[in-house]
């Protein structure tokens, strides 16, 4: 039941939705998901270092997807200005995911951010992540990033709603796979072939995940 989403080329979404997958798309490029049936099924991400939020705002008042992402909360002090950013983007799509950063959030979560929102997760990378504690994200999330094996693992400790996954993608441009436990060079090669077992793998990671009940609520009352 969990969502997942790629963001890529329009061949690799193709790829994916065979798999159950959902289109994904940045809201500085909607390109490669024209084609797709992305009103109330898609996710659109930000650029986070270069945020434009009524560049945004126009992305998903005229896409409608079912899950966005705000602006990420890197200071407490900006929360204010990014809950109100997120108020006015739910009025256009199902879910609003709000990405709480700073760890002056930690244990305060749910004090300081409305019940309306989700949580936004930014899984480490070498690229960034978050510095709020795990224990701090108690409702749904939506897992940004990393690679799979981690997001499997934080469910562990996460309420998760959905995900988006990109990092098999850049693996297969080298010919490498994620065999379920990591990723390795795959016995056959290929771009494509690389894509679809990857897709297959990290599916069934995913197959004995019972999501919490708050997120099954949700669910139903996003169909």
Same mark, same amino acid.
């Given at each position: 039941?969990?969502?997942?989403?790629?963001?890529?080329?329009?061949?690799?979404?193709?790829?994916?939705?065979?798999?159950?997958?959902?289109?994904?798309?940045?809201?500085?490029?909607l390109?490669?998901?024209?084609?797709?049936?992305?009103?109330?099924?898609?996710?659109?991400?930000i650029?986070?270092?270069?945020?434009?939020?009524?560049?945004?705002?126009?992305?998903?008042?005229?896409?409608?997807?079912?899950?966005?992402?705000?602006?990420d909360?890197?200071?407490?002090?900006?929360?204010?200005a990014?809950l109100?950013?997120?108020e006015?983007?739910?009025q256009?799509?199902?879910?609003?995911a709000?990405?709480?950063?700073?760890?002056?959030?930690?244990?305060?979560?749910?004090?300081?951010i409305?019940?309306?929102?989700?949580?936004?997760?930014?899984v480490?990378?070498?690229?960034?992540?978050?510095?709020?504690?795990? $224990?701090? /994200? &108690?409702?749904?999330v939506?897992?940004?990033?990393?690679?799979?094996?981690?997001? %499997?693992? #934080?469910?562990?400790? @996460?309420?998760?709603?959905?995900?988006?996954?990109?990092?098999?993608?850049?693996?297969?441009?080298?010919? $490498?796979? /994620? &065999?379920?436990?990591t990723?390795?060079?795959?016995?056959l090669g290929?771009?494509? %072939?690389? #894509?679809?077992?990857? @897709?297959v793998?990290?599916?069934?990671?995913?197959?004995?995940?019972?999501p919490?009940?708050?997120?099954?609520?949700?669910?139903?009352?996003?169909?």
């Open positions: 039941m969990v969502l997942k989403f790629i963001t890529h080329s329009k061949k690799a979404i193709a790829i994916a939705q065979e798999y159950g997958w959902h289109p994904g798309a940045r809201y500085t490029n390109r490669d998901v024209k084609s797709f049936d992305f009103t109330d099924n898609g996710f659109l991400d650029d986070w270092k270069n945020y434009n939020f009524h560049r945004h705002l126009d992305a998903v008042a005229q896409h409608r997807p079912r899950l966005t992402i705000a602006r909360v890197e200071c407490i002090f900006a929360l204010d990014i109100r950013e997120a006015c983007l739910l256009h799509c199902d879910h609003v709000v990405v709480p950063k700073d760890p002056n959030l930690n244990g305060r979560l749910n004090e300081l409305p019940d309306a929102f989700m949580l936004g997760y930014s480490p990378t070498k690229y960034g992540g978050t510095k709020v504690a795990v $224990d701090s /994200f &108690d409702r749904p939506h897992l940004l990033g990393g690679r799979p094996d981690t997001q %499997r693992s #934080l469910a562990k400790h @996460l309420k998760v709603f959905s995900l988006d996954c990109n990092r098999f993608t850049l693996d297969a441009q080298f010919g $490498d796979y /994620f &065999d379920g436990q990723f390795r060079p795959h016995p290929g771009y494509e %072939r690389c #894509l679809r077992d990857s @897709l793998n990290i599916n069934v990671l995913w197959h004995d995940y019972e919490h009940a708050e997120v099954k609520k949700m669910m139903k009352v996003a169909i």
